[in-house]
């Protein structure tokens, strides 16, 4: 017969995720905010802020506050609210979404009477805004070239080590071996008493492949007809191009043009500091990104991407040269990209294709290797970009 005095034991739980709580909210909280801004990529990439960043790490992006679920009172002031009065029935409808204040939705009342939105500014890191934007982007129709030499690397995490830094600690592989040391030494199958031996940390390796060469020559008019909104949607494009081909490719080369009347090679600053004066003839362009192919970039051996921004207007008689140089570059490229900029907010009215895109649309030969888009709002950067760089064709 056994003594219960002399029976003793304890049974205990540990809930870990009260203790992972913190970190838990913080990533949870980080997870809102990328989903936030992935629903706001049309407005962030044309945000003055972060196109005037000046290089800085972090930017301020505007970030509708994000809710919790929470009880909230009746504005209807209904007696009775918060309990049944024991005569509904499955399926009745309780309320609509919208009926507040008064039966009017919110923003719907007089002016000082319903609360609006609030919007905080997040600090976020503008490569990992960069790669947001960049996930699904890449250099349409890639073919494989007679010559390689532009490396592209990527991370690989392939191997588990003892020693590391604590930011590469592997915390899975970590508590599965504290357990199995735990079960062969104390006969005690649990996590605890974690010791060095027990540390476990991810190692990486770079693997570089050579990808087929590639050039990218960006066209911008800077002529008088390109007022502060024109330049600034132009330069906003282009800013997150060069971006996106130096975050995703090692040594892609980027080639700069700048026209009004005539055209010329310029420095990556002057492209986008350069204001804007004289006329447009959009030939002279055209010609001199011949020239530089002709002269530096042999299609056998590069990947070539002309992409020219305009406001549409150009000189009436130059319009037959501008189709036939246009034409040509297509059929020397892998894909020729137009942008055309309207003016800002339309004025009411929205063109449904400026004179030199509808000249293109129209008029080219080899259009499956042409993508031509309107912009008439900042909003519309973002979809061009995807336009320009969305995945078809070849992938090397």
């Not at 870990?16 to 049309?42: C, P």
């Not at 830094?165 to 005690?188: F, G, H, P, S, T």
């Not at 063109?351 to 509808?358: D, I, K, V």
């Amino acid at each position: 017969m056994i003594d219960d005095s002399q029976v003793s034991g304890t049974i205990q739980r540990n809930d870990w995720s009260l203790q992972r709580k913190g970190i838990i909210d913080q990533d949870r909280h980080k997870e809102r905010v990328k989903e936030a801004i992935r629903k706001n990529l049309g407005s962030i990439v044309s945000n003055e802020a972060i196109i005037l960043s000046d290089g800085r790490r972090t930017v301020k992006v505007p970030i509708r506050s994000l809710d919790e679920y929470k009880f909230r009172f009746d504005h209807r002031k209904r007696r009775h609210v918060g309990q049944g009065d024991g005569k509904t029935r499955v399926g009745d409808v309780l309320g609509r979404e919208g009926q507040t204040g008064q039966g009017q939705g919110r923003g719907a009342g007089p002016a000082g009477q319903d609360p609006g939105a609030d919007y905080y500014d997040a600090e976020v890191d503008i490569d990992e805004l960069a790669a947001l934007i960049f996930e699904d982007l890449q250099l349409p129709f890639l073919e494989e070239k007679a010559k390689k030499a532009m490396p592209a690397k990527t991370t690989r995490f392939n191997e588990i080590r003892r020693t590391g830094v604590m930011a590469n600690l592997d915390k899975r592989r970590m508590i599965l071996e504290n357990i199995k040391r735990n079960a062969r030494q104390a006969r005690d199958a649990r996590f605890g008493n974690v010791r060095k031996e027990d540390l476990r940390f991810k190692s990486w390796e770079e693997d570089k492949r050579y990808e087929s060469n590639a050039v990218v020559l960006a066209i911008m008019d800077v002529s008088g007809s390109m007022g502060e909104f024109k330049k600034y949607i132009a330069r906003s494009f282009f800013f997150w191009m060069v971006r996106f081909l130096r975050t995703k490719y090692d040594n892609v080369e980027i080639v700069f043009i700048s026209h009004h009347t005539e055209a010329r090679e310029v420095t990556e600053e002057q492209f986008f500091t350069q204001g804007e004066s004289g006329g447009t003839v959009v030939s002279s362009a055209y010609q001199l990104a011949l020239d530089v192919i002709g002269a530096r970039y042999r299609p056998t051996d590069w990947n070539i991407y002309p992409f020219h921004f305009s406001d549409g207007d150009n000189y009436y008689s130059d319009n037959e040269e501008a189709v036939r140089l246009a034409d040509d570059l297509i059929s020397t490229c892998n894909l020729f990209g137009y942008g055309e900029i309207g003016e800002e907010g339309g004025a009411g009215y929205r063109r449904s294709s400026g004179a030199l895109l509808s000249i293109f649309s129209d008029r080219l030969k080899h259009k499956e290797r042409f993508i031509g888009v309107r912009i008439d709002d900042k909003e519309d950067v973002y979809p061009a970009l995807k336009q320009f760089f969305g995945r078809r064709g070849i992938e090397v």
